[in-house]
């Protein structure tokens, strides 16, 4: 019955993607849609195989997380916002860390370790994602001439940018803390969460 309410789950987020896609009307939004349904399928994959069990929010903020990055990124109006002010990228390295602090949390809670250490393996697993990322963005930039690190303004007629608002090196140093501080905030509300509730247990 889970797995069928978890399938349901990911056919109603995929006729959402297409819905998405068909106002788009961009083949250049394909790539990540596509991306986004191959995540979803992958965390069910893992999910099932490894018996995590993990609730359903867990794969909205999977969603989210790849439809932020799809609306942030690179595109054509009404997406590309991360080419039009600096808020947009910086919103989503605070908030995506937060959504997987909250994944890692879940699996390594399962650990017969005390909640102080899960708390800052949790802190420690999401920065080594985080930096995975940001080193993935350099080397893209690096071999195939992308614009991953920095945050630019862009000509969407001329698909050129037209003025560097930041720079690769201040802009990955601020991803990364950015992600640090989403990660440290999951952390917080957690702990402060397991505080009020123990101080409500007679």
């Known amino acids: 019955m889970l797995f069928k309410t978890r399938r349901r789950a990911i056919i109603t987020l995929t006729i959402a993607l297409m819905i998405l896609l068909y106002f788009t009307r961009s083949f250049s939004v394909l790539i990540p849609f596509s991306i986004t349904i191959i995540a979803l399928l992958l965390f069910l994959y893992i999910d099932n195989s490894f018996k995590f069990n993990f609730p359903e929010r867990f794969y909205v903020y999977i969603f989210l997380m790849f439809i932020f990055g799809l609306i942030v990124g690179p595109g054509n109006p009404p997406f590309g916002l991360y080419y039009r002010e600096i808020f947009f990228d910086k ?41 995975l990322f940001e080193i993935g963005e350099y080397l893209s930039d690096v071999w195939f001439d992308t614009l991953h690190q920095g945050v630019y303004l862009k000509d969407f007629i001329s698909q050129l940018k037209v003025e560097t608002l930041t720079d690769p090196l201040d802009d990955t140093m601020q991803d990364l803390i950015y992600g640090l501080m989403g990660s440290v905030t999951f952390v917080a509300f957690y702990s402060l969460k397991t505080y009020y509730l123990n101080r409500k247990k007679p």
Do not use: C, D
């Open 91 to 131: 919103f989503l390295h605070f908030i995506s860390p937060i959504m997987i602090s909250a994944i890692v949390f879940f699996i390594l809670n399962k650990l017969k370790i005390t909640l102080k250490w899960k708390l800052l393996m949790t802190v420690g697993l999401v920065f080594g994602i985080l930096g």
